[in-house]
């Protein structure tokens, strides 16, 4: 039986998507900024989760591109993504959340934005954010902001 791997595993495979006889050198120009951010997004997700820390990546306006299972797993019953936004579970916590994606997003000085949030069983969460600098090499960046997440 064949194995289907979807694009991202494509890309990461040294494979083009798009044009799977082809190798990733010998693909057109436009494909590859896409996949190097991709593979840049995925790097730094992993070194988090390389320290027990969860990931949510977002885009220039707070837009939610990714949330690692360590940080699904960590926010249950705090934090919930609706419509691709981190929400809180109450009016203060969404406060919280929405004032440190706002300092995260705004700037190119990498300085940690940090929270804690509290359940109502008394477990607190750590956020922090911290803006991603701009890659010149890469003509495509959505990565704005990573929100780091950490149980106390």
């Known amino acids: 039986m064949k194995r289907q791997i979807g694009a991202e595993g494509a890309a990461s495979a040294g494979i083009h998507p798009a044009h799977p006889a082809a190798p990733v050198d010998m693909v057109p120009a436009g494909f590859i900024a896409p996949m190097l951010a991709g593979a840049r997004a995925r790097g730094i997700v992993d070194a988090y989760e390389m ?3 969860g990931t949510i990546l977002l885009d220039e306006s707070g837009r939610v591109l990714h949330t690692s ?3 699904k797993s960590m926010m249950q019953g705090m934090i919930s993504i609706v419509s691709e936004h981190m929400v809180g ?3 203060a916590a969404n406060s919280v959340i929405e004032a440190l994606i706002a300092r995260g997003l705004s700037g190119s000085e990498i300085k940690r934005e940090s929270a804690v949030l509290e359940s109502l069983q008394g477990k607190r969460l750590s956020l922090s954010a911290v ?3 701009e890659a010149p090499e890469l003509a495509v960046q959505l990565l704005k902001s990573v929100v780091v997440l ?3």
């Open 51 to 53: 320290m027990a820390l």
């Open 69 to 71: 299972e360590r940080a």
């Open 89 to 91: 579970a109450t009016a």
């Open 131 to 133: 803006p991603v600098p």
């Open 150 to 152: 950490s149980l106390e």
